[in-house]
Nanobody, 118 residues
Framework: QVHLVESGGGLVPIGGSLKLSCTASASNFRRLTMGWFRQAPGKDREEVAD???????YLTRIAEGRFAISRDNARAMLYLQMSSLKPEDTAIYYC????????????WGQGTQVTVSS
């Protein structure tokens, strides 16, 4: 089990930027695919982006052109740099870790709130 703690959320104006961080407590962090998800009020949780253990990023349509995912294996950290934020980006953002087998998301953080408002 991986313990994940997100930070960096907050209130940001439309068009602004924000960087989320996720601290992982896991000796096997460098072997895990990691991801960011979000859930807006009344909506299902959706994937934002993920990154393989080797550092290959995948950005969903939500993130393409505006967000970037990165990781620091030495520090067991995951990041999500968000820019050109829109009101529809308002959500709780969650950090997640995939099983070493790479077939399901098994660990989740408690989430950090991002609010985009004028």
């Amino acid at each position: 089990q991986v313990h994940l703690v997100e930070s960096g959320g907050g209130l940001v104006p439309i068009g602004g930027s924000l960087k989320l961080s996720c601290t992982a407590s896991a000796s096997n962090f460098r072997r895990l695919t990691m991801g960011w998800f979000r859930q807006a009020p009344g909506k299902d949780r959706e994937e934002v982006a993920d990154i393989t253990s080797g550092g290959i990023p995948y950005l969903t349509r939500i993130a393409e052109g505006r967000f970037a995912i990165s990781r620091d294996n030495a520090r067991a950290m995951l990041y999500l740099q968000m820019s050109s934020l829109k009101p529809e980006d308002t959500a709780i953002y969650y950090c997640a870790a995939m099983s070493e087998a790479g077939n399901q998301w098994v660990s989740w953080g408690q989430g950090t709130q991002v609010t985009v408002s004028s």
